[in-house]
């Protein structure tokens, strides 16, 4: 594991970063997989594959006002979801949506997590 600030390798089970003293998990500059550089907001890290994780609270550098708005009108689409670059999460509402009507609950989920700064932008989930 690296951290993700800085890029140093670090152990699974440290909770800091002994580097530059940032929490395990925060930041968005390295790939915790194999510690390369990203560019900014990569869904993706280009070195290894592995999809990358925001911060809690972190929306892919999106305005949470703006992702907020359009989680609450449009979130049962999914559409904050694919401006964050979670596809499969918007795939997922789109279908709940349609299938169960389930979508805009799901969305709301979101729409809490988004103003309580809770949010994990993570391209690998469901929801
Ligand atoms: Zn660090
Ligand atoms: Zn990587």
Redesign the pocket.
Known sequence: MYCKNCGEAMNDNQAICLKCGVKTGQGTAF?S????ALPENAAV?L????AVKGAEGDLAGKDKVTIALICFFLGGLGIHNFLMGETKKGVVKIVASFCFGLGSILALIDFVKILMDKYVVDPDKLF
């Open positions: 790939c997989n194999c510690g390369n890290c070195n290894c594959g592995v």
